[in-house]
């Protein structure tokens, strides 16, 4: 009772101020959610960062309200920490690859300029759409959602260029006996 007390006073606070979207208690279950998704505990106040942002770009946009805002906050929360987690198997995934290139023996000057030229010349042949999402993919390092914002296609076109463009690319280096 004491605790209901608190709460819904603390709600009449932040009514009051507008400054807080999330009461205490809303934010203490996001926290929740974020820790049992697996956010570790140090970044467990972005996370409720996060969630109150988006909350308060809904409400800047225009749209309405989420009716059960406590329920909303925590599926915000759940995406958050999925999230986190890709963020981090990619972070991972990045590792190994540039641990494998360090093992790697570095390649002399000539075949690294053979290679950039190979690769260069690949690229002119690629008819322009191709040779557009490969730089952008590649060299520019834009995801696909990305690129297919920027171009106006559908991710799906976006991904069929990137596969026959490096198709072409891995068949050409192999052709000249590059690689």
């Given at each position: ?126 008819p322009d759409a191709q040779r557009q999402v490969v730089v952008l993919r590649f060299y520019a390092d834009l995801p696909v959602r990305s690129i297919a ?31």
């Amino acid at each position: 009772m004491l605790l209901r007390g608190r709460a819904r006073r603390g709600r009449e606070a932040h009514a009051g101020t507008g400054d807080d979207p999330l009461d205490a208690a809303q934010e203490r279950r996001v926290r929740a959610v974020l820790a049992l998704g697996g956010v570790p505990q140090a970044d467990l106040p972005d996370g409720v960062q996060q969630v109150r942002l988006r909350l308060l770009e809904r409400a800047a946009s225009g749209r309405e309200a989420p009716r059960d805002i406590s329920a909303w906050a925590a599926v915000v929360a759940s995406n958050l920490a999925m999230d986190w987690h890709r963020a981090k198997r990619r972070q991972e995934r990045l590792g190994e690859r540039l641990a494998a290139l360090r093992q790697l023996e570095h390649p002399s000057g000539e075949d690294t300029s053979v290679l950039s030229v190979a690769v260069a010349q690949g690229l002119d042949e690629l008819p322009d759409a191709q040779r557009q999402v490969v730089v952008l993919r590649f060299y520019a390092d834009l995801p696909v959602r990305s690129i297919a914002e920027q171009l106006g296609v559908p991710e799906g076109t976006v991904k069929s260029r990137l596969h026959t463009a490096v198709r072409a690319l891995r068949a050409r280096l192999h052709e000249d006996e590059v690689v």
